[in-house]
T-cell receptor, first 111, second 115 residues
């Protein structure tokens, strides 16, 4: 069974701090996606990483795909209250069609 | 362009009643997914369609759950009879196609409470 393990489960920080959240698996994936879900809304796609070792930046967010394509990280620089939400990683299942999701990291940034 | 539309946004019903959740995917998207989200289990895939045809319903928890997609612009998820353990947020998502990255666009969800 493919699993995406996300850590930490919860993270509470002050505005301006840096943080990193992780998405790990024992399976190799052809690509991996990160979503952010704000309270009362559906998840919104942030980025898709495809190549082992790939780094993508989205303003203050930096996404990295592991060299072996089994894991990924999301680093946020100088977190702001607007970054608060549930961060989910997702990858295609073994059939290569549907996505499987991790349980997510709940981030709270206070001012 | 409008995103994925779900209705109702909130549903409160009594145990044993029938519940129907509705979804309108993004126009032109070929794939549609129904998910359930709870604190304990996270986001679980229930069923998905490609070109209006159900592809995999192995995530549907019981026979009480059924889903249809009569045309490219509409899908329903029905629970009959509903039980308190069905209480969750149900999301519909659509994707341009199953091939490729299968990047999904989610609706705002329906929060279901069964008392």
């Amino acid at each position: 069974t493919q699993l995406l393990e996300q850590s930490p489960q919860f993270l509470s920080i002050q505005e301006g701090e840096n943080l990193t959240v992780y998405c790990n698996s024992s399976s190799v994936f052809s690509s991996l996606q990160w979503y952010r879900q704000e309270p009362g809304e559906g998840p919104v796609l942030l980025v898709t990483v495809v190549t082992g070792g790939e780094v993508k930046k989205l303003k203050r967010l930096t996404f990295q795909f592991g060299d072996a394509r089994k894991d990924s990280s999301l680093h946020i620089t100088a977190a702001q209250p607007g970054d608060t939400g549930l961060y989910l990683c997702a990858a295609k299942d073994q059939a290569g069609t549907a996505l499987i999701f991790g349980k997510g990291t709940t981030l709270s940034v206070s001012s | 362009d409008a995103g994925v539309i779900q209705s109702p946004r909130h549903e409160v019903t009594e145990m044993g009643q029938e519940v129907t959740l509705r979804c309108k995917p993004i126009s032109g998207h070929n794939s549609l997914f129904w998910y359930r989200q709870t604190m304990m289990r996270g986001l679980e895939l229930l069923i998905y369609f490609n070109n209006n045809v159900p592809i995999d319903d192995s995530g549907m928890p019981e026979d009480r759950f059924s889903a249809k997609m009569p045309n490219a612009s509409f899908s329903t998820l029905k629970i009959q009879p509903s039980e308190p353990r069905d209480s969750a947020v149900y999301f519909c998502a659509s994707s341009p196609h199953l091939a490729g990255f299968n990047e999904q666009y989610f609706g705002p969800g329906t929060r279901l409470t069964v008392t």
